[in-house]
């Protein structure tokens, strides 16, 4: 399946520097991407992706062998402009994701974000990871911000070009079942620390038993970082704003 994606993006990409390569570089009409980026036939042409393509229209862009095909948006207007169309670009969009007939019915042409390359499952992701896109439709829980999944981590792996969906990310893993993890109570100017062994994987603000070296006692702490849990005031506070709805009784 992989290898099936790779070679129909590879595909695309190649029709699309074909034609880049074999056209007058004209510049011109001003253009802006069509409100229903989708296609019928197969072939992304440049009459589907911009208003008034005029006798541009039928130039192809790309080929679409799946349920849909994302492009380089600064390769398609380097190609619009061969064919005399002037697209600025305005709002900065990295790809362009146009879908088929199938997926007709979206409510227009809206930004999303989408992966800007492959991520492996528990990668971290990071701004560079995210790229805004076109596209006729967004998934229903797609996140309105970057920072909405900067920083989480990928629950398994993501294909560039895919849409953003909060379900593909969740909280890091910060300490790991098995790890010896520094446990730290402080309040009130008073701090202690002890090792303990987690007995489960846990991320920050995830309540996690750890088993005191010494004691051999186990010990309901809450992990605060990497290897690190706290227990007391600051065990509460995390646990408080990893479940804001969630009030603890004095």
Known sequence: MILGHFIR???AALVLLIA???????????????????????????????DNAGPARGVVVAARSGPSVVLDA?????????????????????RIIVR????????GNREILTYAHNLNAGEIVQPTDLVWAKAAASPADAPASVDAVVGLAARRPLREGDPVQARDVTAPI??????????TYADQGVTLTLQAKAMASAAVGD???VL????????????????QAVVGPEALRLRAERNPAQVALR
Do not use: C, H
């Open 212 to 227: 005191n070296a010494a004691s051999k006692k186990l010990i309901e702490a809450v992990a605060s970082g990497p290897d």
């Open 207 to 209: 309540a996690v038993n």
């Open 174 to 183: 910060v300490i790991k079942a098995g790890d010896t993890v520094t446990v």
């Open 100 to 107: 088929g007939p199938a997926d007709r019915g979206g409510a």
């Open 74 to 94: 600064a390769a398609v207007q380097a190609l619009a402009r061969r064919y005399g169309l002037d697209w600025d670009n305005p709002k900065g969009i990295g």
């Open 9 to 11: 993006s590879l595909g």
């Open 20 to 50: 880049m390569l074999t056209v007058p570089a004209d510049a011109g009409t001003p253009v802006s991407l069509n409100a229903n980026l989708t296609d019928a036939a197969g072939e992304v042409t440049l009459g589907e992706l911009f």
